[in-house]
């Protein structure tokens, strides 16, 4: 059974960070691409980042140098370090595989 479980969202205050991991069971994970998306209310889900197998790493122009992509293969964990939080970044945030699934989501709320 193909599990992926996200983990560490939450409130914090505009200017903070959170760190998301996601943890994967059930699935090759060390030669997947692992994908971070997100979905604010009223949104289409979009893509936040992506970590190849070789650790390449892609993200959309909102976030790069604020958010920073990472994977342990050993742990079968990828994570996603968030600094710099704004409002605009609330949103549910879903863990992606390559092979097309998807974590539960979890909420990350930026408010004063």
């Known amino acids: 059974q193909v599990q992926l479980v996200e983990s560490g969202g939450g409130l914090v205050q505009p200017g903070g960070s959170l760190r998301l991991s996601c943890a994967a069971s059930g699935i090759i994970f060390s030669i997947a691409t692992m994908g971070w998306y997100r979905q604010a209310p009223g949104k289409r889900r979009e893509l936040v980042a992506t970590i190849t197998s070789g650790d390449s790493t892609n993200y959309t122009y909102s976030v790069k140098g604020r958010f920073t992509i990472s994977r342990d293969n050993a742990k079968n964990t990828v994570y996603l370090q968030m600094n710099s939080l704004k409002p605009e970044d609330t949103a549910v945030y879903y863990c992606?595989?390559?092979?097309?699934?998807w974590g539960q989501g979890t909420q990350v709320t930026v408010s004063s």
């Open positions: 992606h595989h390559e092979y097309g699934f």
